[in-house]
């Protein structure tokens, strides 16, 4: 039977629509694995690809980590004029960076399982807004009209409130970096990002006794808070496509890592759950993680008060606090990037290096406060903030690596270090000197407590293996990928 013009071309069109279907199709990978990129839908393998508005969100994060940085240590440089000013005790302004530590502790975790309901983006903006109230409350509190109680009582809520919003910037930088970059920039990512926070305490040092009485630093501080505030809008959750392997899995519930943690994984979650040597690794992480962020932390709340015996003013104090921070940040600017690309296996190393040599400078600190000048405390302070700001990035991504959950493991540590950090603070008081010692009211053995503690870091570390299960995972799946650019397919490198 002969057919029409018009019936063989309608054929032929279904032909081409069969053939067509047949070829692989990439759909979302929402619908494939519960996670945000794209996949193919015959070889299921991911195409993994960097985007250039990371940075927008990286350093919208910066900031936020900064400004929180602020809000935290405000007052500690300028303790002694703040008690003063408001009619209270130094004890009482200690509180005002303590109080961050103590609502910290909570706050952290929760905070994966927060992640989890509301997503990243809106975390973020939640806490911009959360810290902006915090700094008008203060703002309130500087009211000559207000009784010292009263003024010390709003003080005390924003700093509370400011407390809230810091373990957003700083638990969720691992966490980040992970998200949306790839293998050779997540530690400088990391560093760069968590480091913003103790810059901020750094700059806090420097601008409290700089810029005028304690109720104007507190209206400088509001108006930085709130101009910088707005820039939370512009993170994002997640990009299209996954930076690598690590980056499209959906982190574990928090409830199985735990459980992994301790060691009593159901059945069904012995396949993905820690060994016993990362078990160890993860547990001597976190304690020495808390240890030293406590011990720089908990000097740069004191500072004001262990030099103040020897006659030296906030400007001095603020100096010292400051330089810390600076030598710390110059030190993980350096070397983050080796990290990222030479000494990218070796990261348990470093800490078997390089943490002697931080312990012994912060017991140090004791013997060269004690009246020899500012110069042994400067030389101290450096190699110390050196050295510690380094070790920051790489514990917490050796502790990404044994748990394989980023925000557990950030909040784990974080919620050790601001533990131990609020309790150095409550016994500086009961290791103050009498009135009737040499220096009067001096902080010696606080110091020499805060070394002690440093330094029995040295006996433990060398019992961390660090095998960085996630990183050789990461590049076995680049190279994949690359292989499949090579060979024809439609995956854009890394």
Request: charged share 15%.
């Amino acid at each position: 039977m002969s057919t029409s013009p018009t019936q063989e071309q309608s054929s032929v069109k279904d032909i081409a629509l069969e053939k067509a279907d047949d070829k692989p199709k990439m759909v979302p990978l929402e619908i494939a694995d519960g996670v945000a990129g794209s996949i193919d839908s015959c070889s299921t393998q991911i195409h993994y690809r960097l985007y250039k508005k990371r940075f927008v969100g990286a350093v919208a994060l910066c900031l936020l980590n900064l400004v929180g940085g602020m809000n935290w240590l405000w007052f500690s440089a300028i303790s002694l004029d703040t008690a003063n000013a408001f009619g209270v005790s130094v004890t009482k302004v200690n509180w005002l960076s303590n109080v961050v530590n103590v609502v910290y502790l909570p706050v952290s975790l929760l905070l994966p399982w927060v992640i989890g309901k509301v997503g990243l983006r809106r975390s973020f903006v939640l806490a911009a807004l959360i810290l902006v109230l915090a700094s008008w409350l203060r703002f309130a509190g500087t009211a000559h009209s207000l009784s010292p109680n009263g003024a010390y009582a709003l003080l005390f809520i924003g700093q509370f409130l400011a407390g809230l919003s810091q373990p957003f910037y700083q638990v969720l930088a691992p966490k980040y970096s992970e998200t949306w970059f790839g293998l050779q920039g997540r530690v400088t990512a990391t560093m760069v990002i968590s480091l913003m926070n103790p810059v901020g305490s750094a700059l806090s040092q420097l601008l409290s006794p700089a810029v005028g009485s304690p109720r104007t630093s507190v209206l400088v501080l509001g108006i930085i808070t709130t101009v910088i505030a707005p820039i939370s809008f512009l993170l994002e959750d997640r990009p299209p496509s996954p930076p690598t392997f690590a980056g499209s899995k959906k982190t574990p519930p928090v409830m199985e890592t735990l459980r992994s943690v301790i060691g009593i994984a159901s059945p069904e979650e012995k396949d993905r759950a820690m060994t016993l040597q990362e078990r160890i690794d993860f547990g001597i992480l976190t304690w020495g993680f808390g240890v030293l962020v406590a011990v720089l932390c908990s000097f740069t709340i004191l500072v004001a008060q262990v030099y103040g015996p020897y006659g030296y003013d906030s400007d001095t104090s603020g100096f010292l606090g400051a330089a810390v921070f600076i030598a710390g940040l110059v030190g993980a600017i350096i070397t983050a990037p080796l990290f990222d690309r030479v000494f990218t296996n070796h990261l348990a190393r470093t800490l078997h290096i390089v943490i002697p040599i931080v312990g012994g400078a912060w017991l140090g600190l004791a013997w060269a406060v004690k009246g020899h000048g500012l110069v042994p405390s400067y030389v101290v302070l450096v190699i110390a903030g050196f050295g510690s700001f380094m070790l920051l990035p790489v514990a917490l991504e050796l502790a990404c690596e044994v748990t394989r959950n980023a925000e557990f493991s950030s909040a784990a540590m974080w919620f050790a270090a601001n533990a131990l950090t609020a309790f150095f603070v409550l016994v500086s008081d009961d290791l103050r000197a009498s009135a009737t010692a040499n220096p009067p009211s001096n902080l010696n053995k606080q110091l020499i407590l805060q070394g002690a503690f440093a330094i029995s870091l040295v006996p433990l570390v060398f019992f961390i293996k660090g095998k960085q299960v996630r990183r050789e995972h990461d590049e076995r799946e680049r190279i994949r990928d690359s292989n499949r650019t090579a060979n024809g397919g439609d995956a854009a490198s890394p």
